[in-house]
């Protein structure tokens, strides 16, 4: 049986929005998002749905390459699935992307991760508990908590994961794409 690589991108885009959260949190990253490749072509995620307004968010597909994320410092871990997993993951995203205007932000459940009282809304996530979400329905991990309680903190301490770089985004994403560019220290490549 094949095995198959999902990452697991980390971000800290400098925003007003993630400086606030990074005040409550006093962690380097405040958004967390989902990938099946390696050149994180396809991203996923729950955030913002326009660049300048935080309070409009829902299912995002993300591009890396763009808007917020040019400026991005990040970590990316990976670790390893079955076919049969991935084509599960790919499947429970699919599903919300197909139905992504029914899907909402999940604000409320940010003040509830605040409390540390999980608020579960129907069709409804923030970044970290998607991804949380995503690892969990397709019984990848198995959290001692809610989902809607996983920081993207959380996700970076678990076990399972593999380093695979941190430093700017932008960096990672031209020497994944053969540009020369200054690679910061904490490079690790990886199999793939």
Same mark, same amino acid.
């Given at each position: 049986?094949?095995? %198959?690589?999902?990452?697991? *991108? *980390? ?15 006093? /962690? ?5 998002s989902i990938?099946?490749? $390696?050149?994180?072509? !396809?991203?996923?995620?729950f955030g ?10 829902? +299912?995002?597909? !993300?591009?890396?390459? /763009? ?10 871990? $990976? ?12 499947r429970y995203? /699919? ?27 129907? %069709? ?8 949380? $979400? ?8 198995? +959290?001692?908590?809610?989902?809607? *309680? ?6 970076? %301490? ?9 430093? /700017? ?24």
């Amino acid at each position: 049986m094949t095995e %198959k690589r999902v990452y697991i *991108l *980390l971000t800290d885009t400098g925003t007003v929005f993630t400086k606030l959260i990074k005040l409550y949190t006093k /962690k380097p990253y405040n958004h967390a998002s989902i990938s099946f490749d $390696s050149e994180l072509s !396809e991203v996923y995620s729950f955030g913002r749905k326009t660049a300048r307004n935080p309070f409009i968010g829902g +299912f995002v597909k !993300e591009d890396i390459r /763009k808007g917020l994320f040019k400026q991005a410092d990040c970590a990316i871990y $990976s670790f390893t699935v079955s076919e049969v997993q991935m084509q599960k993951i790919n499947r429970y995203i /699919k599903e919300i992307e197909a139905q992504k205007e029914n899907y909402r932000y999940n604000f409320l459940g940010l003040f509830g991760f605040l409390l540390n009282k999980p608020i579960k809304r129907k %069709k409804a996530f923030f970044c970290s508990q998607f991804v949380a $979400s995503v690892l969990k329905e397709c019984h990848i991990i198995d +959290f001692e908590k809610s989902p809607s *309680l996983i920081a993207p903190n959380d996700l970076q %301490k678990r076990t399972e994961f593999q380093f695979v770089y941190e430093g /700017k985004l932008k960096a990672y994403h031209n020497k994944r794409n053969g540009k020369k560019v200054h690679m910061p220290v904490h490079f690790i490549p990886i199999k793939m």
